[in-house]
């Protein structure tokens, strides 16, 4: 927003018409990692409306919130780019992205949710390893691969 409370207006119509039919949920990367999570038996919510923010993926019995963020909307520190047309309002938008992913981080955290946060350009089946490793140490459960002690 302008000093005046509105966007400036788009330099580029089709840049601009490009931009507003982004997905803002299930996007490629998520439905990718959705689905290694499901093939391994994780079962989970998503966008779930109740929680802040609401998590791409929640997993409620382990309290467990995972975000796939997007390299443009939230700054990654590889692939972020800042736009050269009307720079000085999408550098205050991306950071009040940043700061609102925080706030909701610290939300979740205050009601006993664990948050990890992946970018949309990391391998789904490492995330999943990943996002699994967490959700069985929340629920207690052995790792993949291990034994539980009750077996040994």
Known sequence: MTSTGRRPAPLNALVSAQMSRMPRASTRPELLIRRELHRRGMRYRVNHKLLPGRPDIAFTRAKLAVFIDGCFWHMCPLHGTLPKNN??????KLQRNVQRDREKDDQLSALGWTVAHFWEHEDPVDVADR??????????APERGTRSPRHV
């Open 87 to 92: 720079s000085a309002w999408w550098a205050a």
């Open 131 to 140: 996002v699994e490793a967490l959700w069985q140490r929340k629920r207690g």
